[in-house]
């Protein structure tokens, strides 16, 4: 089994949300301004940190010293030194796991992010394998 396809469970609610965040061919995020593309990611942090009961993190974009993205659960902050909607949902699903008193492992966070990524956008997630733009699929 894949990342992409081990985890079944999502919520529908979360898959449309990250489709509607990514958008459509010619309009997706990563051709928005910087500017918009934070407020893009903003949005869907606070629809999801509504669905799955959470307080939502505080995102900052475009942080420096971050490695590819980390979560800061004393901060209940994202950073992302790059407009990342994978690295975003990986963050998101440190913040859950924390919050929720779940078990917290890169494991864990790494399928749901993939899972939902594929499930949200399942064309794009296969041109993203292809081109090697995924370091786990």
């Avoid at 509504?50 to 420096?64: F, M, N, S, V, W």
């Avoid at 004393?74 to 690295?87: A, D, F, G």
């Avoid at 440190?94 to 749901?112: F, P, V």
Wanted: proline content about 4%.
């Amino acid at each position: 089994m894949t990342y992409s396809t081990k985890y079944r469970d999502l919520k529908p609610y979360a898959i449309e949300k990250t489709r509607a965040m990514i958008g459509d061919k010619g309009n997706t995020i990563w051709k928005q301004s910087k500017t918009r593309q934070a407020e893009i990611m903003e949005d869907w942090l606070s629809e999801m940190s509504k669905t799955y009961q959470i307080d939502k993190p505080t995102l900052k974009l475009y942080a420096e010293d971050c490695g590819s993205g980390m979560y800061v659960p004393e901060l209940n902050l994202i950073l992302l030194p790059k407009c990342s909607v994978v690295t975003l949902l990986h963050e998101f699903k440190h913040a859950l796991q924390m919050q929720k008193d779940r078990k917290n492992t890169e494991k864990i966070a790494r399928g749901w992010s993939i899972s939902l990524f594929y499930r949200a956008k399942p064309k794009l997630y296969r041109t993203a394998v292809r081109k090697h733009v995924l370091l786990y699929a």
